[in-house]
């Protein structure tokens, strides 16, 4: 594994991510807000519910994290060190743009993973059943969310990165959390329409579409529906990771070192 004084963009993104106090506000608030939200629903006539609710108030901190603070930090970070020549002046020394890209993306995972084990984290202790079988159940589905939602998450604060280094800030932002509600929620809303189409065209439209809302499993915390068979879960997890490389391959060509 190389030396960490290698990867200097790593380590000066990573310090100035740290340096922002909305980094350390960001894991705090989701344990509150995880303790909050559930108190909201009618807990006091159901008690059953409060377990699930706190499991789905964790996972939605995370989805709205990936809606805002991590695109958003992702896309200034590409085009603050791309104006201020830091980019410019590395690929000049010897470092390729593809290194330059994925240490700028390295210092935004750390902090998506993070949010990912506190999701995990607090569904594995505040919400754990009671019952071995079921806990095994339950921990093996969190798990299985976490790697789902990562496929998601990394690639799309790539392309954030890379944007910010070719584009104005907001459209760095905008693109990839469009993807991503267009994955989560137009995916299903088109489906009727494409996915049951009979013209070609249509259907290739459909799958070209990125379908996050297969890592949305959400649902089956909250009922308790158990894991994805194993199949499912592989074929969840190649599609998600067959799209993230599509989008991570679009990012690293639009990634730009001139200032």
Known sequence: ???????????????????????????PGA??????????????????????????????????ALFTWLPFQASALGQRLRRDGMLEHLHAGGVGKVHQC???????????LAIVATAALVCVTLTMPKR??????????VLQYSLVFS?????????????GTRTAEIIAFLLPTGLLFCGLFGAAWLAPILGGAESNVLKSLW??????????????LVFKMGPLPTADFIGVALTLALQGAAISLFGLCLFRTRS
């Open 102 to 112: 994925l240490q700028l993306s390295s210092a935004l995972w750390i902090w998506m």
């Open 207 to 220: 799958v070209a579409l990125p379908h996050y809302h297969l890592a949305d499993l959400t649902p089956r």
């Open 31 to 64: 344990l509150l807000f995880v303790w909050i939200a559930p108190l909201l629903t009618p807990w006091e006539e159901n008690p059953q519910i409060l377990q699930p609710a706190r499991a789905q108030a964790a996972w939605i901190y995370a989805w709205v």
């Open 132 to 141: 071995p079988e079921e806990a095994q159940q339950w921990a093996t589905l």
């Open 1 to 27: 594994m190389k030396d960490l004084q290698s990867w200097p963009l790593f380590r000066l993104s990573l310090a100035g991510l740290m340096g922002r106090g909305s980094c350390w506000l960001l894991l």
């Open 151 to 163: 496929l998601c998450a990394a690639p799309l604060l790539l392309l954030a990165v890379a944007l």
